[in-house]
Nanobody, 125 residues
Framework: HVQLVESGGGSVQAGGSLRLTCAALTHRYSAYCMGWFRQAPGKEREGVAFIEPDGRSSYADSVKGRFTISHDSADNAAYLWMNNLEPDGTAMYYC????????????????????WGQGTQVTVS
């Protein structure tokens, strides 16, 4: 069983920045594909960033150039750096992990990831 714990959410003004952290308590990030998703009230969960074990990353068009995903094997954590946040970025943010290979066009699909954290709330006003 893989346990993921997100942190770093909060309230910021439009244009502000946050860094989300996903701590893995039971696996090593270097061996897993990781994704960050978000879900706003009344909307479906959507993928925003994805990283492969070798560090290659992908981003949804809506966040490209503003968000950066990374993972640190020493900390056994994954991060989502969010800059220039916009009000439509208000959502619960979730990290997800897969111990299987995830490739395009499936990197932003919820069923591609078996393990999920509980989420951290981000509010942009």
């Amino acid at each position: 069983h893989v346990q993921l714990v997100e942190s770093g959410g909060g309230s910021v003004q439009a244009g502000g920045s946050l860094r989300l952290t996903c701590a893995a308590l039971t696996h090593r990030y270097s061996a897993y594909c990781m994704g960050w998703f978000r879900q706003a009230p009344g909307k479906e969960r959507e993928g925003v960033a994805f990283i492969e074990p070798d560090g290659r990353s992908s981003y949804a068009d809506s966040v490209k150039g503003r968000f950066t995903i990374s993972h640190d094997s020493a900390d056994n954590a994954a991060y989502l750096w969010m800059n220039n946040l916009e009000p439509d970025g208000t959502a619960m943010y979730y990290c997800a992990a897969s111990n299987l290979v995830v490739q395009s066009p499936n990197v932003f699909r919820v069923p591609s990831f078996r393990f999920w954290g509980q989420g951290t709330q981000v509010t942009v006003s």
